[in-house]
């Protein structure tokens, strides 16, 4: 059964910051791996999705890496504004079964 | 192109009663999941719908049911609700038929259980 494991469960940085949020899942047999952000109450945005064939994808100050031999991906935030303070989740996506998502990242962003 | 909808936004039920929630994917999409989010839990996989029919079904108890209409519009019902059937319910739409894990997902329906 996979699971998903995000660490740490929050994180308070200073504005300006490059950040890296963590993410390892146990199975490696995977198709593909998304990042989400929530904002608080409303629904999951999403950021990147990495196929498994790929180890980045980058969209403007965000950039995902995969490593699925050793079951890990992470998202860099390069310099963090306060308007990037949310939750950031990642999801695998293993074929006929549906997402599982690791519990997300808080990020706070400080001015 | 309008997004994911979610209806209603809030709600608040009391215990034993139930709860219709209602869920309009992207036009075009046939493909609809629901997702259960609650703090200690995080999400939670509920159910699947394409093309009416349920292609997939989480761990949840019987109480939680779900249909598909032909326009591909998805509700969810939750009968004799508890208290721990607080949480943010999430429906998420897929662009194509063969399920590649994209989802996009609506605001959510929070509902509170008194």
């Known amino acids: 059964k996979q699971e998903v494991t995000q660490i740490p469960a929050a994180l308070s940085v200073p504005e300006g910051e490059n950040l890296v949020l963590n993410c390892s899942f146990t199975?490696?047999?995977?198709?593909?791996l998304q990042w989400f952000r929530q904002d608080p109450g409303k629904g999951l945005t999403s950021l990147l999705l990495i196929q498994s064939s790929q180890r980045e994808q980058t969209s403007g100050r965000l950039n995902a890496s995969l490593d699925k031999s050793s079951g890990r991906s992470t998202l860099y935030i390069a310099a963090s504004q306060p308007g990037d303070s949310a939750t950031y989740l990642c999801a695998v996506f293993s074929g006929n079964t549906p997402l599982v998502f690791g519990k997300g990242t808080r990020l706070s962003v400080i001015a | 192109k309008a997004g994911v909808t979610q209806t209603p936004r809030y709600l608040i039920k009391t215990r034993g009663q139930q709860v219709t929630l209602s869920c309009s994917p992207i036009s075009g999409h046939r493909s609809v999941s629901w997702y259960q989010q609650t703090p200690g839990q995080g999400l939670q996989f509920l159910f699947e719908y394409f093309s009416e029919t349920q292609r997939n079904k989480g761990n949840f108890p019987g109480r939680f049911s779900g249909r598909q209409f032909s326009n591909s519009r998805s509700e969810m019902n939750v009968s004799t609700l508890e208290l721990g059937d607080s949480a943010l319910y999430l429906c998420?739409?897929?662009?194509?038929?063969?399920?590649?894990?994209?989802?996009?997902f609506g605001e959510g329906s929070r509902l509170t259980v008194l």
């Open positions: 998420a739409s897929s662009p194509i038929d063969k399920n590649t894990g994209e989802l996009f």
């Open positions: 199975d490696s047999a995977i198709y593909n």
